[in-house]
């Protein structure tokens, strides 16, 4: 419990004053969140006992905002633990005055005047009391709110694997740099999938916009071809196929580090709108939760588990799925945004997985493993790199990207952009999604006392990891311009391909 204002009191010939009045800091207001949603458990106490940790944490990752948020925490507990204190010498006065007005002298018919007076006297203050003590559980509450909303804004921890700044570290590379002739920046996929009749950029502008396209032909069969490629590689890995819902509750995204608008106040996500006859009216009642369209299968992903609790025997659980993504942020136009790079909308197959903190890195490797060997296989030149602290989400402990090279992008980045990701998350996500899980009892070790045992079986919180397998978009890209071969005007598809290309094995330009 916790309060704004506190009282302590004295008694006075059976009577109680109010002698002091504290005044707390004022609650915060935040955002309610729908009854609905998973309630967090942050790990509060951890915060509170290393703040200098979150607050560099912060500062290394560029959340400057967030970087005051523990030593607030601890001054909102600080307010909390006055407000406790307050409570139970509330309840302890009003059980005095109950114990006296129990007394036979306080019920008696034959009392006199001054006696029902002194009763009377003794009825009103304990109506006060529990006024006051009304009034300090809803401090409390207000001060609870805060604590939770303020732990909750904070980032994950980062890994000490994690490069401190702005530079990522390369970890090494697939397959080998190409041969340096004819990569010049005319080999581009735009010029490319428009003259082989692969894409349209023109007829998705006039009817959705600028950042949207069509995948035409051979291109639309790539498309799928990625996609099943990508979820054969994962389910020989031991993954299950999930096919994800694209739609989620705003409040489902949030949990998973995911906000409407990023630092820079950038929109990311499209929120679903509603009239303003039906917003009015949720307004009034707590009506339908916010809908927001998932950036990731991620997502919905995570969401599949919120408010369970799983057992241990059942973990790691990895699946992996196909689903549509939509982000807001296509960016400025540019070389960096230019043609597939950065869209609004796009198809990605996407790794996930719960487990055991102590399994995390094994599921992390796998992940890992799934997307080296897609690339490999698909003949693209990448690298491999660990990223700094300012590149993690605020979910992500640990990232490491792989990054294609495109001929077109030689003026930015030297050709490097990224086309897959993997990072892990510790329990950020589960905690803020209320996903347990039930430590196996089986494993009571000779010794260990019931109480000992009875600790361990209690209910935890599982790691996630996510990775992508493959975003069809930008690998697309990377192959059309890596497959183009100019001396024979014919695009090559990666033999692990062919079996979804119903028997084409290479693309020329339509005839008429």
């Not at 002194?118 to 409390?140: P, T």
């Not at 909303?149 to 994690?162: G, H, K, V």
């Not at 408010?307 to 992996?320: A, G, R, Y």
């Not at 102590?358 to 003949?379: C, D, H, T, Y």
Request: include cysteine; glycine fraction near 6%; charge should be neutral.
């Amino acid at each position: 419990m916790i309060p704004s204002s506190g009282i302590t009191w004295l008694r006075v010939s059976a009577r109680y004053v109010n002698v002091v009045r504290r005044s707390h800091s004022s609650s915060t207001p935040f955002a309610k969140r729908p009854s609905i949603a998973p309630k967090p458990c942050i790990n509060i106490k951890h915060i509170r006992e290393n703040p200098e940790i979150y607050t560099q944490t912060c500062i290394d990752r560029n959340y400057i905002q967030q970087k005051d948020h523990p030593r607030r925490i601890i001054q909102l507990f600080d307010e909390w633990r006055n407000l406790q204190r307050d409570a139970r010498n509330l309840r302890q006065l009003r059980n005095e005055i109950r114990t006296e007005l129990a007394q036979p002298n306080n019920v008696a018919d034959s009392q006199s005047d001054a006696e029902v007076r002194d009763r009377d006297a003794l009825l009103a203050e304990a109506k006060r009391f529990k006024e006051e003590y009304s009034k300090i559980e809803s401090q409390e509450a207000g001060l609870n709110d805060e604590i939770e909303c303020l732990a909750t804004d904070l980032p994950n921890l980062t890994s000490i694997a994690t490069p401190i700044g702005k530079e990522p570290r390369v970890l090494g590379y697939i397959n080998e740099a190409p041969d340096s002739t004819g990569l010049n920046v005319s080999r581009n996929h735009v010029y490319i999938g428009n003259a082989y009749d692969l894409l349209d950029f023109t007829g998705a502008a006039t009817t959705s916009g600028w950042g949207w396209y069509y995948l035409k032909n051979e291109g639309a069969l790539l498309e799928q071809a990625l996609i099943h490629y990508a979820l054969d590689v994962a389910m020989k890995y031991g993954f299950l196929v999930v096919s994800p819902p694209s739609v989620v509750y705003s409040h489902i995204a949030g949990a998973c580090g995911f906000q409407p608008r990023d630092r820079g106040g950038e929109q990311q996500s499209y929120v679903i709108a509603q009239s303003e006859r039906r917003a009015a009216e949720e307004t009034r009642t707590e009506g339908k939760p916010e809908m927001t369209m998932a950036g990731t299968a991620e997502i919905p992903f995570a969401g599949m588990k919120a408010n369970t609790t799983m057992d241990e025997i059942e973990l790691p659980l990895h699946i992996v799925g196909a689903s549509r993504c939509y982000r807001a942020e296509a960016g400025a136009r540019g070389l960096d945004t230019k043609g597939l790079y950065r869209v609004h909308e796009f198809t990605k197959v996407e790794m996930f997985a719960w487990t055991m903190k102590e399994r995390e890195q094994a599921a992390f490797n796998a992940m890992l493993a799934v997307q080296k060997e897609i690339l490999e296989s698909l003949g693209l030149y990448c690298r491999i790199l660990e990223m700094p602290s300012t590149d993690l989400g605020a979910s992500a402990m640990r990232k490491i990207d792989i990054e294609a090279f495109f001929p077109s992008r030689q003026g930015k980045d030297d050709g490097w952009g990224e086309v897959t990701s993997v990072s892990i998350c510790t329990d950020y996500q589960t905690r803020r999604l209320n996903t347990r899980v039930k430590p196996d009892s089986s494993k009571r070790v000779d010794g260990e006392s019931k109480a000992e045992a009875e600790v361990k079986t209690r209910s935890d919180f599982p790691s996630t990891v996510n990775g992508t397998a493959v975003a069809v978009p930008r690998v697309l890209a990377a192959l059309i311009e890596k497959g183009w071969d100019v001396t024979h005007e014919r695009i090559e598809i990666p033999q692990v391909l062919w079996p979804w290309m119903h028997g084409i094995t290479h693309i020329r330009k339509k005839s008429g």
